[in-house]
């Protein structure tokens, strides 16, 4: 499954539906029948009707067909929705454009009937711009949803892609302690960079292949970094997001503190995540064992209540003992499910 809000493309402003549309419809080249001036005219102001209703009813059915049902996104992403646009909101705005595309096409066919038992050419011009008029004060009355849909067309599209059906690791940890170096050290391939709409920095997403299938690996940078009590309402609901895609969590210490924070602030931020996510298999790793002297990694074990890896991302020492942990603790999972 991709990014769902990946393909949604431009959508227009309501003076730019209406400037296309009626713009298309000044233009067309269809063949006007011989005859007497009225059956003519009849005809050029029949196709002007036909052609602008059509444009406007069809452009709005497309954007709100570029949208995913609600109802059909994985939870993970239907969270992400939630927190950047609201999905009542959303959900109003498509279903605004619905109701309009209806009512534009029941214009449509409403004034071309009108125009068929027209008897002057006088009355013709008039029906044709009394059409227009109508069309474009439906689209108008619109414009607060369609700019509302562009500007949440814009948000959506910058979610990250992931697979949220994938069984996904999650390494979590203070910044600078190592996620990205191990991310990128136990992935078959160079990992992609992401990035969530409502944090500084980018994510970095690897795969990782296993005779069980292929596995997700992600550092989600701004999200499993600092204490839950220094969130706001937006980053503790992205938080909550991702409870519906790890399958287990690879949380990383630095014992040397040269990340910038003390071993004591490490390990709170530990239990924060060990009760955020108390269903999810853990495991601790103490990282940077190529510059940790053996008091400080000692210092850790003493402290944790668990036991840990020793690992190096940067040199490799230990990773992969403790992926291929990771590995089983995600398909021990699947198989209790």
């Known amino acids: 499954m991709s990014q769902p809000f990946a393909r949604l493309g431009h959508i227009p402003s309501a003076e730019e539906l209406i400037e296309i549309a009626f713009r298309r419809a000044s233009k067309s080249q269809k063949k006007v029948p011989k005859g007497p001036l009225e059956i003519r005219i009849r005809a050029k102001e029949r196709d002007r009707i036909r052609i602008a209703g059509h444009e406007i009813a069809k452009r709005l059915r497309k954007v709100v067909a570029r949208f995913p049902d609600v109802k059909s996104l994985h939870p993970f992403y239907r969270e992400l929705a939630d927190i950047l646009v609201g999905l009542d909101e959303l959900k109003k705005a498509l279903g605004a454009l619905n109701k309009a595309s209806r009512v534009i096409s029941s214009l449509r066919r409403s004034y071309l ?51 949220p059906d994938a069984p996904t690791i999650v390494v979590a940890g203070y910044a600078n302690v190592g996620k990205s170096s191990l991310v990128r050290a136990v992935s078959s391939a160079k990992p992609e960079v992401a990035s969530y709409p409502f944090t500084t920095k980018d994510i970095v997403v690897g795969h990782r292949e296993t005779p069980h299938g292929r596995v997700q690996i992600i550092d989600t940078p701004g999200l499993l970094d600092r204490p839950l009590s220094e969130r706001n309402r937006i980053e503790l609901q992205a938080i909550l997001a991702l409870k519906y895609l790890a399958r287990a969590i690879i949380f990383l210490i630095d014992p040397t503190s040269t990340c910038g924070y003390p071993l004591e602030s490490q390990l709170k931020l530990l239990e924060e995540v060990r009760k955020g996510f108390p269903a999810v298999p853990l495991l601790v790793a103490i990282n940077k ?15 944790l209540r668990q036991e840990a890896y020793v690992i190096s991302a940067l040199r490799g020492d230990g990773i992969e003992e403790l992926v291929e942990e990771a590995i089983k603790a995600v398909f021990a999972e699947d198989e209790k499910a």
């Not at 108008?140 to 959506?156: E, N, T, V």
């Not at 064992?289 to 402290?303: F, L, N, P, S």
């Open 113 to 163: 009937l009108k125009l068929r038992r027209a008897k002057t050419i006088k009355e013709m011009g008039l029906l044709r711009r009394e059409a227009y008029g109508r069309m474009a004060s439906v689209v108008k009355r619109i414009a607060g949803y369609l700019d509302f849909l562009r500007k949440a067309a814009s948000r959506l599209a910058r979610l990250p892609s992931i697979e």
């Open 289 to 303: 064992a190529d510059i940790a002297t053996g008091e400080q990694i000692k210092a850790v074990r003493e402290a």
